[in-house]
């Protein structure tokens, strides 16, 4: 079959590696009916060491179950289903609080950027979706697509900061993540929303999907600018969605006292200032992370089934296999939002 392979910073290829098969009693393979190049796959993009054994990359899709192991009982041949981004047995202690990507016999998936890919642990993995084959509208497949991983870390981001009605929000990072964190603000019902970004198509969406306001500049004149937008007092919650260290220096620069910033950009600096000067002198709460997205797909599922929202809009550009490299190179250049990947175009 067909999959994606990274072998060093900027060099992604397409090439042929032995079908998905079944290796432990508790996997299933999965048909890729979509997946998606995330914008975590720009880390390694930009800074992998070459080598001669190649990644395999990817970890959103969504399929058709094509093979169970012998330990599979809630999932079956045929079912259409989202594949999270983390795998878990979904009946352990971190499970049941909430914290998936903890689980005890957790992994991450890797490979979805392919024709096939197995799921470990896929009872407690898997998602079917009612209702839904291969061949449902395809505005319907992006939205489906989302629910693996960006848009509920946009949600994630929101619940974390405890987003409500009556709150101010500045969300920091007009990618694909930051946009769902918007839209996520948006039905959890906060009154501002104040989208920091400065790609216009990006941001004329993030108003599309809830942002009462929008601040192109970075830096000291960008909180300058968030805080005039409140009134001198800085916002409630910041959702921080890049994960570089002026993204989190914009946060706590934005912050009102007594705030918090909710950081699910995976962060790309060692360490973090705690101090006096941007989170202890402003009785500031930190949270965030990895999000347990298996945790919120049910829920979430209706909501896109009845078309209340649509977070599947994040994908402007749609590739087969074999154009999956030149979307790396396209969302590099920010000429892409988010690729989507269809192996069978």
């Known amino acids: 079959?067909?999959?994606?392979?990274m072998f060093g910073a900027g060099d992604v290829r397409v090439v042929d590696v032995p079908d998905a098969s079944i290796g432990s009693p508790t996997d299933a393979v999965v048909r890729v009916v979509r997946a998606c190049i995330c914008g975590s796959d720009l880390h390694p993009f930009h800074t992998m060491p070459a080598g001669d054994r190649g990644r395999p990359m990817g970890h959103e899709a969504i399929g058709v179950v094509e093979e169970i192991g012998s330990d599979v009982s809630h999932i079956a041949k045929g079912d259409f289903v989202i594949v999270p981004f983390a795998l878990e047995d979904n009946t352990c202690v971190f499970c049941s609080e909430g914290v998936h990507t903890s689980c005890v016999h957790g992994s991450y998936l890797s490979g979805g950027q392919a024709e096939a890919v197995r799921v470990s642990q896929a009872d407690g993995?898997?998602?079917?979706?009612?209702?839904?084959?291969?061949?449902?509208?395809?505005?319907?497949?992006?939205?489906l697509l989302t629910l693996s991983d960006v848009y509920l870390t946009g949600w994630h981001a929101a619940l974390k900061g405890?987003?409500?009605?009556?709150?101010?929000v500045t969300v920091i990072g007009d990618g694909a993540?930051?946009?769902?964190?918007?839209?996520?603000?948006?039905?959890?019902?906060?009154?501002?929303?104040?989208?920091?970004?400065?790609?216009q198509t990006r941001t004329d969406l993030g108003r599309e999907w809830g942002a009462t306001d929008v601040v192109a500049d970075r830096g000291p004149d960008g909180v300058s600018q968030v805080m005039a937008l409140t009134a001198g007092e800085g916002s409630h919650i910041v959702l921080e969605a890049v994960g570089h260290m002026p993204a989190y220096e914009q946060a706590y620069g934005v912050v009102r006292p007594g705030g918090v910033i909710s950081r699910v950009g995976v962060p790309q600096y060692e360490s973090a200032p705690v101090g006096v000067g941007s989170l202890f002198g402003k009785n500031i709460t930190l949270t965030g992370g990895v999000a347990p997205v298996r945790g919120y797909i049910e829920a979430a599922l209706p909501d896109v089934l009845e078309g209340r929202i649509a977070p599947g809009k994040v994908f402007d550009v749609a590739v087969g296999l074999d154009g999956v490299p030149a979307g790396y190179a396209a969302m590099d250049a920010r000429e892409s939002l988010k690729v989507m990947v269809d192996p069978s175009l």
Request: without cysteine; neutral net charge.
């Open 1 to 5: 079959m067909k999959a994606t392979l």
């Open 125 to 143: 993995s898997l998602v079917k979706v009612p209702g839904v084959d291969e061949h449902a509208d395809n505005d319907l497949l992006a939205s």
């Open 162 to 168: 405890g987003v409500e009605p009556g709150k101010i």
């Open 177 to 199: 993540v930051g946009l769902s964190a918007v839209l996520a603000a948006r039905q959890m019902g906060a009154q501002q929303i104040i989208l920091m970004g400065r790609h």
